[in-house]
């Protein structure tokens, strides 16, 4: 159980242009998602974390406007790249959780999207 | 400010045993989670803590340590697999993780 996926695994796409990566929980609702970027060989850095239905909390940093997220459903959650530049190349990663604030449930990762702006 | 640190790397024998010491300093604290990364993949969970002692599943446990701020990933029976990095990541009072940078763990035969 926990299965979350991520579309696509992998995409290439030219400077300018905007990209969609979606992120799914198959076998359970997930109130909560989180996005994560990371650089070869650093460690994850959060993004954003969003809760169905309403609007994503960004860290500090990160462009709202350029990495919009839009968190639908209990289910779906989509990350996209506006405008995509040679330096958004990173390895995203969206994550859910089984239970939003109270309880301190695991995090379930999804395989990741390496994305490759040319 | 909120901290994770665990060392870069670390090398050890196939069949030996490894500890991966981590210390975090998290406003609140909910757990303390170790996740196993391998090279191009996404993290999976190995480890919750949130009581002080020691967690074992299998050949890996885990220990913490909350008066000293202070966990630790103990792998035995070590495979050439478990080559892979190894991340410590505290959760704060929201509920949110903090991620340490991790700890590249390199088997040699």
């Known amino acids: 159980g926990a299965v979350v996926s991520q579309h696509p695994s992998w995409v290439i796409c030219k400077s300018g242009t905007s990209v969609k990566i979606e992120c799914r929980s198959l076998d359970f609702q997930a109130t909560t998602m989180f996005w994560y970027r990371q650089f070869p060989k650093q460690s994850l850095m959060l993004m954003a974390t969003s809760n169905e239905g309403s609007k994503a909390t960004y860290e500090q940093g990160v462009e709202k406007d350029k990495f919009l997220i839009n968190h639908a459903s209990l289910t779906l959650s989509t990350l996209t790249v506006t405008s995509a530049h040679p330096e958004d190349s990173s390895f995203y990663i969206c994550s859910a959780s089984l239970v939003a604030g109270s309880f301190s449930y695991e995090q379930y990762f999804g395989p990741g999207t390496r994305l490759t702006v040319t | 400010g909120q901290n994770i640190d665990q060392p870069t790397e670390m090398t050890a024998t196939e069949g030996a045993i490894v500890q991966i010491n981590c210390t975090y300093q998290t406003s609140g604290f909910n757990g303390l989670f170790w996740y196993q990364q391998h090279a191009g993949e996404a993290p999976t969970f190995l480890s919750y803590?949130?009581l002080d002692g020691l967690e074992e599943k299998g050949r890996f446990s885990s220990f913490l340590s909350r008066s000293k701020g202070y966990s630790y990933l103990l792998l035995k029976e070590l495979q050439m697999k478990d080559s892979a990095s190894y991340l410590c990541?505290?959760?704060?009072?929201?509920?949110?993780?903090?991620w340490g940078a991790g700890t590249k763990l390199i088997i040699k035969p």
């Open positions: 803590n949130v």
């Open positions: 990541a505290g959760m704060d009072s929201n509920y949110q993780l903090i």
